[in-house]
């Protein structure tokens, strides 16, 4: 398990995935508006560049790169200029294009977008939907190169945009072949329930996606939708075969359903919003999920990996791929950890700060996905959520002269790289009360092991106004049981540890 997000982007590095499904080409027209055709009411364009991107499973193999794994894609383009196209811009990205496999009775798909003014006029798509076969051989030069690499890749994302090399002959092969795969085998879809028995690590459906494969009309976009989908969790699951279901709700954030588990969502970050120009943030969010998956990383560590790895293309406009750089910046929690003392103004005012604060603490040491659940669940609870963590020196008090594992800086470094926590506090008392009476917090969260009673902090939450929430822990997960184990896979003597 390994939910320490800046050390996770090290340990993604080098991975090598196999990506299968359909590539495009995404051509951007970029003019700007010279008033109203003569002939027609519409926009006249006057032409100032072209670009050429990649899209679709090309676009997550580019984001793969990007995030420094190494991809290995299959798809079939046409032996037209499109798919010589699409093959120059994949190898300017890095990504190696000897099984994009050209065939002459097939259109390259592309994608052509009219911008202009900052907005996208028109969008024009061409290209093939008929699912790969046998008989004109596009198949067997698939399913022949996935042969020779499903047991040398780190994960296999089947990217499906529903241009036939996805179709049900290659489904069925991956099927056939599935106990040969990695584990982490991610599929993105719009139909997510054809891919069932493929019995993936995790499917990436997005909101209409997801309604319509619980064929329910849903609630209209916004806040509500999180929590209707939470519902729906295990019935998604049912419907896909997966063993995750990481559900993206753009500007919403995300949530990931897994068996046995309350569901953990993720939050948009700063304040990125979605642009109608901005296209690929999806295989973004594929791209990070997967490699995370693939490293070890507990589920809640790899959806915050993803989403945070998405939010860096949101805005950006046209087909864009991560940037690793304002990720680790991202991870950094620039402007969230605050020294003791120096909480902002405008935050201590309970009266007129205008958003409701939510306030928990704790260790923190060794940072595990109960945590994360947890922290997730306490942000659903208000607006802000302020995490209040123990120095080291009240940790050796509270836990023993072996504790902290990780130091305190290192502890609110991880908790600050979490899109639920807006602000890591540390305090070295015994109790957070000093903090409490500061903050003045809306709500207190505490987890499932205490009661009302037993909670030292409740009386003077209550009389400044706020309420106890005390939050079910997950079950098999606690710091202490972790240290345990680690001790126990260390070698006789105690030299050598675990790596």
């Not at 470094?413 to 926590?421: F, M, Q």
């Not at 106890?468 to 540890?497: C, F, N, Q, W, Y």
Request: a neutral charge.
């Amino acid at each position: 398990m390994n939910t320490d997000l800046p050390g996770l982007l090290d340990r993604i590095a080098g991975q090598r995935v196999l990506v299968i499904g359909d590539a495009i080409l995404d051509t951007y027209v970029w003019g700007a508006t010279s008033g109203l055709c003569r002939e027609s009411p519409v926009p006249a364009v006057s032409l100032t560049s072209v670009r050429h991107q990649c899209g679709g499973a090309a676009n997550v193999a580019v984001n793969l790169r990007a995030l420094g794994a190494e991809p290995v894609l299959l798809s079939a383009v046409g032996e037209d200029a499109a798919g010589h196209r699409l093959r120059e811009a994949l190898r300017a990205e890095g990504v190696a294009t000897d099984g994009v496999t050209a065939h002459p009775a097939r259109t390259t798909v592309t994608k052509r977008r009219v911008m202009a003014d900052g907005q996208m006029l028109l969008r024009l798509d061409e290209g093939a939907e008929q699912p790969l076969t046998t008989a004109d051989g596009s198949l067997t030069a698939l399913t022949a190169a996935a042969d020779g690499l499903l047991e040398t890749v780190d994960a296999v994302i089947v990217s499906d945009y529903g241009y036939g090399v996805c179709g049900p002959e290659t489904t069925a092969w991956l099927a056939t072949h599935r106990d040969r795969c990695p584990p982490a085998l991610v599929v993105d879809s719009r139909r997510p329930a054809r891919f069932a028995a493929l019995r993936a690590g995790a499917v990436k459906p997005n909101y209409d996606e997801a309604l319509r494969l619980l064929d329910d009309p849903g609630p209209p976009p916004g806040p509500a939708r999180a929590d209707r989908l939470a519902l729906l969790g295990d019935k998604l699951l049912r419907l896909t075969g997966a063993d995750r279901v990481a559900l993206t709700l753009d500007a919403d954030g995300s949530m990931l359903f897994e068996r046995h588990r309350p569901p953990l969502r993720t939050y948009a970050r700063g304040d990125r919003a979605t642009t109608s120009t901005t296209v690929g943030a999806g295989d973004t969010f594929t791209a990070g999920l997967t490699l995370a998956l693939a490293a070890g990383a507990d589920s809640s560590a790899a959806a915050e990996l993803a989403a945070a790895a998405a939010s860096t293309v949101v805005g950006t406009p046209g087909t864009s791929r991560c940037d690793a750089g304002e990720l680790r910046r991202l991870f950094g929690g620039t402007g969230k950890v605050r020294p003791t003392g120096s909480l902002p103004d405008w935050l201590l005012d309970a009266a007129g700060r205008g958003r409701r604060v939510v306030f928990t603490n704790g260790c923190f040491d060794l940072l595990h996905g109960g945590h994360v659940s947890c922290l997730s669940r306490a942000k659903e609870l208000g607006d802000l959520l302020v995490v209040g963590v123990n120095s080291d020196a009240g940790v050796r008090r509270l836990k023993g002269a072996q504790r902290p594992v990780i130091p305190l800086a290192e502890r609110m470094r991880v908790l600050a790289a979490l899109s639920c926590v807006d602000l890591v506090v540390p305090f070295d008392e015994d109790s957070p009360v000093a903090l409490i009476e500061a903050l003045r917090p809306e709500v207190y969260v505490k987890g499932g092991d205490y009661t009302r009673t037993t909670l030292p902090e409740a009386p003077l939450v209550e009389r400044l106004g706020g309420t106890v929430h005390l939050m079910p822990t997950v079950a098999d997960t606690s710091t202490t049981d972790i240290i345990k184990r680690i001790h126990a896979m260390s070698p006789p003597g105690g030299e050598g540890g675990t790596r």
